[in-house]
Structure formats: structure tokens, C-alpha cells
């Protein structure tokens, strides 16, 4: 499978522990995004990288959250110290380039915060 | 961000057309119109985008408004597996981020 692949799918935690989610993006992308989805909603964004920069993040993207693609291909994206509100699926996608238009999602990780 | 209204739901019989409408009226001159769906349980899909002129692939047809401030996508002939959730977005040519709003969600009956 060449898509966009994400573990864990799912993660149970609970209040105050630290989770971790891995993204590791179509090979030849050079672009990766990370959203959140809470239940109804229409994804929100959350970072954006160009290769290993860190180009872009929403102001949705707390201290408690942190984002890295350190060589530039697989990315993590790490929760602190986690709350209830946290609870939502995580989505990574990646594209190509911007003018493609296109962006490829995985099927998410979905966290649930006890 | 410019802003897109979708009705919250719409219903379609199997093998029968369905035009999803969005309306965007403050979009920009270089704004691109963006559709992407969610099947349950997945991550969103891209459908298709356009910026001026009517568009079309292999899943859909793009008709954008002369003036731009509404679309409609197009399903010829819809089939259980388009049941889904169809987003309608504006993309500013260099912005990096896509801005989701609610969408409609699509009920196809057999």
C-alpha cells in the first residue's frame, strides 16, 4: 500500500499522560499536514512542513502540542499532559506540490482521552 | 479565510444524478474551488477543484457560476459508496491550508 499511512489507528489514554502519533506520508511528498476532526466537525488544521521546516501552525496547535519531521519523510506528532478536549482524530495528509491541488489524507488516528 | 455554505444533508437514489451546491460568495479572484469527500470511518477524499471553467474527471463534474460566487458538483450517476460526507472549500493559490467547514452529508438510497 502506497498511501499515506498512520499508526496508532486508535489510542486510549488517560488524563495527563503524553500519546504520540506517527505519519509517515507518500514517499516522493514533500509536503505534510496534520488536522484534528472532532466528532461532526469538518477537519481543522493544525501544521503544516515543507520537507523538515515547519512552515505553518494554527493557533489551535497548544504548548502542549508538538510536531516534527525531523528528515523530512515520516512525521509525530506528540500530545503533553493530555485533556478530555483532546479527544479527536488526528489526520495526515501529504502532497506533492501546491499546484497539483490535491492532497492525500490517511485514515486517521483517533484519540480518546479517559 | 473566505467562507462556503453547504446545505447540512441532501438524498439521492442510487443510479440517479445528485448536484451537491455550494455557495462562496466572497471568494477572491484567484481563490480555487475545492471538493473533497469523507466515507465514514475514512479520511477525506479529493474529488476535484477548479478555478474558473467547468471541470471534469473520472468521479465528478466541476460547474462553476460565471461570477464565481457559487458551484455545483456533480455526480452522474450516484452508487452506495458516494454515500458520504462532500466539502466544499476555497483555497487561496499560495495558502498551504485547507479551511473545512461542515459539509453535506449525502444519503444514496438503493
Given at each position: 500500500?502506497?498511501?499515506?499511512?498512520?499508526?496508532?489507528?486508535?489510542?486510549?489514554?488517560?488524563?495527563?499522560?503524553?500519546?504520540?502519533?506517527?505519519?509517515?506520508?507518500?514517499s516522493?511528498?514533500?509536503?505534510?499536514?496534520?488536522?484534528?476532526?472532532?466528532?461532526?466537525?469538518?477537519?481543522?488544521?493544525?501544521?503544516?512542513?515543507?520537507?523538515?521546516?515547519?512552515?505553518?501552525k494554527?493557533?489551535?496547535?497548544?504548548?502542549?502540542?508538538?510536531?516534527?519531521?525531523?528528515?523530512?519523510?515520516?512525521?509525530?506528532?506528540?500530545?503533553?499532559?493530555?485533556?478530555?478536549?483532546?479527544?479527536?482524530?488526528?489526520?495526515c495528509?501529504?502532497?506533492?506540490?501546491?499546484?497539483?491541488?490535491?492532497?492525500?489524507?490517511?485514515?486517521?488516528?483517533?484519540?480518546?482521552?479517559? | 479565510?473566505?467562507?462556503?455554505?453547504?446545505?447540512?444533508?441532501?438524498?439521492?437514489?442510487?443510479?440517479?444524478?445528485?448536484?451537491l451546491?455550494?455557495?462562496?460568495?466572497?471568494?477572491?479572484?484567484?481563490?480555487?474551488?475545492?471538493?473533497?469527500?469523507?466515507?465514514?470511518?475514512?479520511?477525506?477524499?479529493?474529488?476535484?477543484?477548479?478555478?474558473?471553467?467547468?471541470?471534469?474527471?473520472?468521479?465528478?463534474?466541476?460547474?462553476?457560476?460565471?461570477?464565481?460566487?457559487?458551484?455545483?458538483?456533480?455526480?452522474?450517476?450516484?452508487?452506495?459508496?458516494?454515500?458520504?460526507?462532500?466539502?466544499c472549500?476555497?483555497?487561496?493559490?499560495?495558502?498551504?491550508?485547507?479551511?473545512?467547514?461542515?459539509?453535506?452529508?449525502?444519503?444514496?438510497?438503493?
Amino acid at each position: 500500500d502506497t498511501g499515506v499511512s498512520q499508526n496508532p489507528r486508535h489510542k486510549i489514554t488517560k488524563r495527563g499522560q503524553n500519546v504520540t502519533f506517527r505519519c509517515d506520508p507518500i514517499s516522493e511528498h514533500n509536503r505534510l499536514y496534520w488536522y484534528r476532526q472532532t466528532l461532526g466537525q469538518g477537519p481543522e488544521f493544525l501544521t503544516y512542513f515543507q520537507n523538515e521546516a515547519q512552515l505553518e501552525k494554527s493557533r489551535l496547535l497548544s504548548d502542549r502540542f508538538s510536531a516534527e519531521r525531523p528528515k523530512g519523510s515520516f512525521s509525530t506528532l506528540e500530545i503533553q499532559r493530555t485533556e478530555q478536549g483532546d479527544s479527536a482524530m488526528y489526520l495526515c495528509a501529504s502532497s506533492l506540490e501546491l499546484s497539483t491541488g490535491e492532497l492525500f489524507f490517511g485514515e486517521g488516528s483517533r484519540l480518546t482521552v479517559l | 479565510d473566505a467562507k462556503t455554505t453547504q446545505p447540512n444533508s441532501m438524498e439521492s437514489n442510487e443510479e440517479e444524478p445528485v448536484h451537491l451546491p455550494c455557495n462562496h460568495s466572497t471568494i477572491s479572484g484567484t481563490d480555487y474551488i475545492h471538493w473533497y469527500r469523507q466515507l465514514p470511518s475514512q479520511g477525506p477524499e479529493y474529488v476535484i477543484h477548479g478555478l474558473t471553467s467547468n471541470v471534469n474527471n473520472r468521479m465528478a463534474s466541476l460547474a462553476i457560476a460565471e461570477d464565481r460566487k457559487s458551484s455545483t458538483l456533480i455526480l452522474h450517476r450516484a452508487t452506495l459508496r458516494d454515500a458520504a460526507v462532500y466539502y466544499c472549500i476555497l483555497r487561496a493559490p499560495r495558502s498551504e491550508k485547507l479551511v473545512f467547514g461542515k459539509g453535506t452529508k449525502l444519503t444514496v438510497n438503493p
